[in-house]
């Protein structure tokens, strides 16, 4: 709202502005119409890519359908769990077993020993290097 110095400067300038016999002319911006929603073109759907299979590394640990993958490291040194349960495999095989035989392999690490323990379908015990 206007106070009253305010509106007596308005009043002031536009007596000024028609005694001198200018003429003002306030332009109003274009107002473009809505187009009709017929006239929208709706955006075209895309279909998702198909989700590419991760490799088969004989290691795959699922969460809810989400693919969870372990790094290790300690001091200087790292591996991740799909090496180590390609040794952990390796040696099971070594020893006389069976690879098609495994249903379960439990890992328990322990890096202060630079060891990683096993146990493979609840009865078979084995401990492998945990770096290489």
């Known amino acids: 709202m206007l106070d009253k110095e305010e509106l007596k400067s308005q009043v002031a300038v536009s007596s000024v502005a028609e005694e001198a016999e200018v003429k003002t002319v306030l332009a109003a911006p274009e107002i473009q119409?809505?187009?009709?929603?017929?006239?929208?073109?709706?955006?075209?759907?895309?279909p998702m890519p198909a989700k590419e299979e991760p490799m088969n590394s004989g290691y795959r640990s699922e969460m809810?359908?989400?693919?969870?993958?372990?790094?290790?490291?300690?001091?200087d040194r790292e591996t991740d769990m799909k090496d180590i349960a390609k040794r952990v495999t390796e040696d099971y095989v070594k020893r006389g077993n069976d690879a098609s035989k495994i249903g379960l392999i439990?890992?328990?690490?322990?890096?202060?020993?630079?060891?990683?323990?096993?146990?493979?379908?609840?009865?078979y015990e084995g401990k492998i290097p945990l770096f290489e």
């Open 33 to 46: 119409p809505m187009p009709a929603k017929e006239d929208v073109a709706a955006p075209e759907i895309q």
């Open 64 to 75: 809810d359908g989400v693919e969870v993958d372990f790094e290790l490291q300690y001091r």
């Open 106 to 123: 439990q890992v328990y690490l322990k890096p202060t020993d630079y060891t990683a323990y096993y146990v493979i379908n609840n009865s």
